[in-house]
Nanobody
Framework: QVQLVESGGGLVQAGGSLRLSCAAS????????MDWYRQAPGKKRELVAT???????NYADSVKGRFTISRDNAKDTVYLQINSLKSEDTAIYYC?????????????WGQGTQVTVSS
């Protein structure tokens, strides 16, 4: 059974920092690309950061320079460091694991962790 469990969210003042974690189980973690998404109230879920199994990263323009995604394959965990938090970063943050094998997509989601930024 695949599980992705996010943690590290909370209430933080604008300008502060948080580090989100997502611990995976039930998959061969190192061969999955890992994404962080977020969904703000009344908005669509958006992709904010991606890291491949080899460690290549990509970010949404809105978070470049403030968000850093990383992974520890020995701990089956992906992280999202968020600095200089803004009120518009308030959202539920979800991690996603995905890979494609023989044309079939395998994708799994965590339950999300709430980040609330107070101004």
């Amino acid at each position: 059974q695949v599980q992705l469990v996010e943690s590290g969210g909370g209430l933080v003042q604008a300008g502060g920092s948080l580090r989100l974690s997502c611990a995976a189980s039930g998959i061969i973690f190192g061969i999955y690309a890992m994404d962080w998404y977020r969904q703000a109230p009344g908005k669509k879920r958006e992709l904010v950061a991606t890291i491949t199994g080899g460690g290549s990263t990509n970010y949404a323009d809105s978070v470049k320079g403030r968000f850093t995604i990383s992974r520890d394959n020995a701990k089956d965990t992906v992280y999202l460091q968020i600095n200089s938090l803004k009120s518009e970063d308030t959202a539920i943050y979800y991690c996603n694991a995905h890979r494609t094998l023989s044309g079939r997509e395998y994708a799994y989601w965590g339950q999300g962790t709430q980040v609330t930024v107070s101004s």
